[in-house]
């Protein structure tokens, strides 16, 4: 149980271009999910908070005309970097976490495997 | 704000002997939640452990198990009988009890070796 599924697994793009991350909840329903992104051998680093049907929250030096973020539904979730530079290359990861009765743990965030973004 | 340091950038264990990551956080909270994730190479990220505050008892799963000293806010994950799997990237976190954030530590790079 709790499993979390990131949609394309690896992109690359032109600069310039936009592109969508898909981030669904395969087995339980999430009420808040969370985007983050990892450079190499470095931590996580936060950029918003979504829940179901309300606008993210972006955490402080989080372009939100950039990063745009929908939570449409209690399963998914998307990323879109609008206009894309190398600069945004990077690995985005995001989680979920449960949100109602009988399903996984609520004081638990669960990970999707990731998408790697390359912008050339 | 809370913050969590973990002070091994990396650290290496021969296969079937035991390990033990450092972390230690800062918070003014009472309650709240801590974590060790596991990031392989494949990069998922992979729940190991979890423990909360209000809980004396340290938290196992299987061969982990944590060291959870709450007035001293540390909280160091013990890998027994280190298997080539165990080698990845491994992450602290914090949760506030009612929050949604979680705070990560820098990470402790774990190498088995054969």
């Known amino acids: 149980g709790a499993v979390v599924s990131q949609h394309p697994s690896w992109v690359i793009c032109k600069s310039g271009t936009s592109v969508k991350i898909e981030c669904r909840s395969l087995d339980f329903q999430a009420t808040t999910m969370f985007w983050y992104r990892q450079f190499p051998k470095q931590s996580l680093m936060l950029m918003a908070t979504?829940?179901?049907?309300?606008?993210?929250?972006?955490e402080q030096g989080v372009e939100k005309d950039k990063f745009l973020i929908n939570h449409a539904s209690l399963t998914l979730s998307t990323l879109t970097v609008t206009s894309a530079h190398p600069e945004d290359s990077s690995f985005y990861i995001c989680s979920a976490r449960g949100g109602t009765s009988g399903g996984p743990s609520t004081d638990t965030q669960y990970f999707g495997p990731g998408t790697r973004l390359t912008v050339l | 704000a809370q913050t969590v340091t973990q002070s091994q950038p990396e650290m290496s264990v021969q296969e079937a002997e035991t390990v033990t990551l450092s972390c230690t956080y800062d918070?003014?909270?009472?309650?709240?939640?801590l974590f060790w994730y596991k990031q392989p190479p494949s990069r998922q990220m992979i729940l190991v452990i979890r423990?909360?505050?209000?809980?004396?008892q340290n938290a196992t799963e299987n061969r982990f198990s944590v060291n959870f000293q709450k007035a001293a806010k540390s909280f160091s994950l013990k890998i027994s009988d280190s298997q080539l799997g165990d080698a990845a990237m491994y992450f602290c976190a914090y949760r506030k009890e009612y929050g949604n954030k979680l705070v990560f530590g820098a990470g402790t790079i774990l190498r088995v070796k054969s």
């Open positions: 979504s829940n179901e049907g309300s606008k993210a929250t972006y």
């Open positions: 423990q909360e505050a209000y809980k004396q």
């Open positions: 918070t003014s909270e009472s309650d709240y939640y």
